[in-house]
């Protein structure tokens, strides 16, 4: 029964879009829309999975080495649309770790996405500001910063703990790949992001992409 119900959606979904909206303390109301078979992740303003911003991810990959064997840190989980491209498309062979902040957003994820713990992804969830202080040396060999709330960046971005943070638990070699928005400045330190980036050790490619989004890609030097 579930199974025809399913199909029938789908099947309307091809007149007209078919959309949910779950209420989150964090993100504001989330919307899953159903729309000629595919499935999306919205905010009010923002799409958070399987829309733009798979698109803005999946172009910032393209910066970094495929079939990466080691640990994958995600910070920001949204639906969880990176996770197939990564799996799919770059060749990640790793065990993934997702920190989320939203336990709605977990939630759905996993009910409308499929995306929940399972062999090869944990998900955390916790304030991403706060894990990654914690975090062990050196661990990941790629580290995606997705840390939207809705069209906002947290302040936490501008902070240099946080910068050091990521520095500290990416591998000798590895990557990070942080999705942030082109009129947003954060100035760690007092030096503009980028400046502080490069002199912490990170080889730093500064992107526009999409006309909002501006993608840092950052490679540490090899010890």
């Excluded at 302040?155 to 638990?169: I, K, M, P, Q, T």
């Amino acid at each position: 029964m579930n199974k025809l119900l399913s199909a029938g959606r789908r099947l309307l979904s091809y007149v007209l879009p078919l959309t949910r909206q779950v209420a989150s303390a964090h993100s504001g109301t989330l919307r899953v829309t159903l729309y000629r078979g595919h499935k999306v992740l919205d905010t009010a303003q923002a799409n958070y999975s399987y829309g733009t911003l798979q698109r803005v991810l999946r172009y910032g990959l393209l910066f970094a080495p495929a079939h990466p064997t080691g640990p994958v840190l995600l910070l920001g989980l949204g639906g969880g649309s990176v996770i197939p491209t990564l799996r799919q498309e770059r060749g990640v062979t790793g065990p993934i770790t997702a920190v989320e902040l939203d336990p709605v957003v977990i939630q759905v994820a996993a009910e409308e996405f499929g995306i929940r713990t399972g062999p090869g992804l944990n998900v955390v969830c916790a304030d991403a500001f706060v894990w990654v202080a914690t975090a062990p040396a050196a661990t990941f060999e790629l580290v995606v910063v997705d840390l939207f709330l809705d069209l906002e960046l947290p302040a936490g971005l501008g902070e240099a703990a946080f910068w050091r943070s990521l520095w500290h638990l990416t591998r000798p070699g590895g990557w990070v790949l942080c999705n942030l928005l082109v009129t947003a400045e954060f100035w760690p330190d007092g030096r503009e992001l980028p400046e502080f980036l490069a002199e912490l050790g990170f080889e730093v490619r500064d992107l526009a992409v999409e006309q909002l989004n501006r993608l840092l890609i950052l490679r540490k030097a090899e010890a």
